[in-house]
C-alpha cells in the first residue's frame, strides 16, 4: 500500500514535508537491508544453485571472468556488495517512484515493486547475448532464479519498509530531531541519479528498452508532481496528473514485458 500519512494532511506544509523525508528514511533502511540480503546474498546463493544444476560445466570461465565452481571468500564479497548495493538503489527508487500508483496493489504492492524492477533493466539481466546462459545449463532454471530474486527483493524491501515506517517518529519541522531524516532524502537524490545512469548504460537501452526507460522517466516526473501537490496542499494532485501517472505506469508494464518476452523467448527457446 502507499504508505504517505494521510493524517498528516491537517498538518502544514512543512510537517508533511517531514513527513516526506520520514518515509524516505524508512526506504532507504529497507533498501539497503534487502539488498544487501537478498539481492546480494541471493546472487551468490543463485550461483551456487546454478553450479549444481550445471556440475560438466566446472572450471569453465564466465562472460565476467570468474571460474565455475570455484568459491572465494574475496569474490563472494564483491559479488554481495556489488549486487547488494545495486539492487538497494533499484528497489529504493522504484518503492519511492511507484507509491503513488500502486496503492491499489495492497498487500501485493512487494510482489508488485519486484515486478516493475524486473520490467524496466530486464534488458540488462536477461542480455540473449550473454553466453553465461547457455554456460550454465538449464537456461529455463537460471531465469527463473533470475526472476525470483527480483520478486524475492520487492517482497522484502517493502515489508521492511512497512515496519521500520511504524517506528519511526513524526516530527513536525524537519530542524531539531526532524533533521535526522533530511540525509536519507539527499541520498535518495544521489541513489535516483544513479538508477537513471544505469538506466541508460548501453546494455539496457539494447533491442528495443528505450520507450520503457522513456515511460519511467516520465513516471518519475509525475510522481515529483504528486508528491509535491500532496506536500502543499495536502491532498491528491489533481486528476490530469493522475492520469498521466497511472498513463506512465501502464506504458512502462506493457513495453516492459514484451521487452522481457523476447528476451526470455531468445534465451530459452
Known amino acids: 500500500m502507499d504508505t504517505t500519512d494521510l493524517t498528516a494532511t491537517t498538518a502544514g506544509p512543512e510537517a ?3 513527513d516526506l523525508f520520514r518515509q524516505a528514511t524508512a526506504i532507504l533502511i529497507a533498501s539497503l537491508i534487502a539488498g544487501l540480503l537478498v539481492g546480494g546474498v541471493g546472487a551468490r546463493v543463485f550461483m551456487l544453485v546454478a553450479r549444481l544444476l550445471a556440475p560438466e560445466k566446472r572450471g569453465f570461465i564466465t562472460e565476467a571472468e570468474a571460474r565455475v565452481g570455484e568459491v572465494t ?15 538497494a538503489i533499484a528497489v529504493g ?3 519511492f517512484v511507484s507509491g503513488p500508483w500502486t496503492a491499489w496493489a495492497g498487500i501485493f504492492t512487494g510482489p508488485v515493486v519486484g515486478v516493475l524492477l524486473l520490467l524496466t533493466f530486464n534488458a540488462l539481466v536477461l542480455d540473449p547475448g550473454n553466453f553465461d546462459f547457455a554456460l550454465l545449463g538449464d537456461e529455463a532454471a537460471t531465469v527463473a532464479m533470475i526472476l525470483m530474486l527480483f520478486v524475492a527483493c520487492g517482497i522484502g524491501a517493502v515489508w521492511l519498509r512497512n515496519g521500520v515506517l511504524g517506528r519511526l517518529p513524526r516530527h ?3 530542524s ?9 532524502a539527499l541520498l535518495g537524490v544521489v541513489g535516483f541519479l544513479l538508477f537513471i545512469v544505469l538506466l541508460l548504460t548501453p546494455d539496457n537501452r539494447a ?5 520503457t526507460i522513456v515511460s519511467f522517466i516520465v513516471l518519475s516526473l509525475v510522481t515529483a508532481v504528486d508528491r509535491g501537490w500532496w506536500v502543499k496542499e495536502g ?3 489533481p486528476f490530469p496528473v493522475r492520469f498521466a501517472g497511472y498513463a506512465a505506469l501502464l506504458s512502462l508494464t506493457v513495453f516492459g514485458f514484451a521487452q522481457l518476452a523476447t528476451s526470455i523467448d531468445r534465451i530459452v527457446g
Open 93 to 95: 527508487v522504484m518503492i
Open 207 to 211: 533491442d528495443g528498452a528505450m520507450p
Open 176 to 184: 531539531g530531531r526532524g533533521s535526522g531524516y533530511v540525509p536519507a
Open 73 to 87: 571468500v574475496v569474490g563472494s564479497f564483491f559479488l554481495i556488495v556489488f549486487v547488494g548495493v545495486f539492487a
Open 172 to 174: 513536525p519541522t524537519l
Open 16 to 18: 508533511r514535508l517531514a
Open 235 to 237: 491532498k491528491g494532485s
